[in-house]
C-alpha cells in the first residue's frame, strides 16, 4: 500500500514490548497515513498516565476508556493504530477491529519481550513481586487472542524498528 491507499486501518496488536508503538510510528511515516495510538489518546483525554490511570481509577475504567477510544479511532481516520497489549483480548474490541480494520500481530518471545520492558516503570501490570514470572503468565494466556489477529510479523531480539516495517510491508 502507498501513501493514501489504506483500504483499512491497520491495527497493531500484542505484547507490551512487542514494538506496536515503535513499529506502528515508523509504518505510518514510512506510507504517509495518520499514526494513531489508543494509550496516547487515553492519557490525553483523562490528562493522566496509564500508571496513574490504573492506581486512580482501576483497570476496569481503563478497558471501558480503551474501547471507547479504539472505536473512535477507526471511525473517524484512516490510518495506523497502535493498542495496548491487553487491547485484542476483548471480544468486542476484536470485532470492531476485525470489521473496521486489518490486525497485525507483532509476536515476540517472552525473552524479547521482557528485555525491552525490564528497565521501564511504564506497565501498571508488571508491578508485581516477580514481574518477569507475570510477563510470562501475560503472554501465555493472551497467545490464543494474539493468534486470532489477521497477520502476524515476527519480532526477534536483533530486529530493527525499520526491518519490522519492511516485515508488515510484506505481509500487508
Ligand atoms: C497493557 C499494555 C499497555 C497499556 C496498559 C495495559 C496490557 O500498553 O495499555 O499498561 O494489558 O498489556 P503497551 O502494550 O503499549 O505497553
Known sequence: PGAG???KTVVMVGMMGAGKT??????????GVPFL????EIEA?????VPEIFV???EPFFRRKESQVISRLLDEERGILSTGGGAFL????????SEKGVSVWLNAGPEVLWNRVRHK????LLRTANPKATLLELYEARLP????ADLMVVSEADVSVEQMVDRVLAVL
Open 56 to 58: 486512580r481509577d482501576g
Open 5 to 7: 491507499r489504506l483500504k
Open 90 to 97: 476483548a471480544e468486542a474490541n476484536r470485532k470492531m477491529i
Open 45 to 49: 483525554a483523562a490528562n493522566m498516565t
Open 121 to 124: 516503570d511504564s506497565r501498571p
Open 22 to 31: 515503535a513499529v506502528g510510528r515508523a509504518l505510518a511515516a514510512r506510507l
Open 145 to 148: 487472542f494474539y493468534r486470532q
Open 37 to 40: 495510538d489508543s494509550d496516547s
